[in-house]
């Protein structure tokens, strides 16, 4: 379900937003759209950040790697019975940073699961060339 929402803007952040929107094939809606939950979740998440790429766009930290990586990692370093902070230990990564990408997996792990699930294919498809 969606609500309509009545938003008034500048004329200038306007046309900027039509000009961004029509660049990237989206309509003004969906550009604001995009923009609304993208803020509402850096609001809850403040280590995260959203950014392009070939299979389109995913939640990173700011300045550091992509929010599903690094649950990946956590994942296999539980899975071989280990501590999360060897990924400390062993990366550049900070527990903190270690703790931002869970707590954002655990507001939203079907986005999370899609983007290692799609991972792991392309690396088997990669594998079988």
Partial sequence: MSVN???RLDDTLAERLR?????SGETL??????????G?????HPMV???????????GLIGGPDIWEI??????????GSDVNTLVVESALS????DAALRYRAAYPD???ARIELHWRDSVAADTL
Avoid at 29 to 38: F, G, H, I, T, V
């Fill in 19 to 23: 000009m961004r929107a029509r660049a």
């Fill in 49 to 59: 950040t959203f950014r392009d790429g070939p299979t389109g766009r995913r939640a």
């Fill in 111 to 113: 986005e999370i699961a």
């Fill in 40 to 44: 509402s979740r850096r609001d809850e």
């Fill in 5 to 7: 929402v009545s938003v």
């Fill in 29 to 38: 809606s969906d550009r604001l759209r995009r923009y609304a939950e993208e």
């Fill in 71 to 80: 649950v990946m990692w956590v994942d296999e370093i539980v899975a071989d």
């Fill in 95 to 98: 527990r903190s940073q270690i």
